[in-house]
């Protein structure tokens, strides 16, 4: 009787998943797990990963994912991290007693859809390309909109229970099938995680230009990515 309980919450998480996978299939239709095996074509004025995307997740993320244990297996260090996404299971156990299958980039898989079949789940929108399949099925930006709809102190102690950081804490890797659910249950474990958003003033003084001009930059960002984003026929 004492399995009863963690068998019924694995069911109804299990079942919660599968619901969560059919709303989306049936808004966006289906994952395509080799969408990014082969990157399109580069479009003009279309965000750069090295020059506009590599810096911020190397400013904001890889201090927490960069490693093969890194939290939910996120290697954010490169594009192949990045795409394959993220696992619940944990490298290192110390109750394990069988050597687990490795899970070394470019070694252990060399698809994406090598890694789904590995366990791993992907962070970016893999179903039809159209800007809101991308917000709806990125599981990386719904972690950023949710730290700005909850940032959090931006000076102090971390008072939030919430936000456990002790190195044994049991890592939360949700999918975008089930994140509302964790955004309702977790508001304000948005990522970064236990970190403040950088403001304009932030970025204005560290790279050292005016708030309004990184406004402007933002605007122009949000502008270029938007038209990057092709949208289905």
Known sequence: MRLLPPLLLAFVAGCATIVGTLQLDDRFGPADPARFDHPPAVLADAPDY????????????????ACYDAPCQLNLTSYAGLTR??????????????ADEPTRLGFDALTNAGWRQKGFFPVLNERAQTPEANREGGV??????LKQMHPGPDSGPVTNADLDFSLDRKDTCTRAETFGDYA?????????????????????????VSAERIRQLETNAMKKLRAALPVAA
Do not use: I
């Open 184 to 208: 309702s249950k977790h508001p304000e474990r948005g990522m970064p995680f236990g970190m403040p958003p950088l403001t304009l003033h932030d970025l204005a003084a560290e790279y050292q």
């Open 50 to 65: 090295w020059k506009d995307v590599r810096p911020l997740l190397d400013q904001r993320c890889v201090s927490c994912h």
């Open 85 to 98: 996404g993220a696992n619940p299971k944990a490298v290192y156990s110390s109750v394990r007693l069988v």
């Open 140 to 145: 990386m930006y719904r972690m950023l909109v």
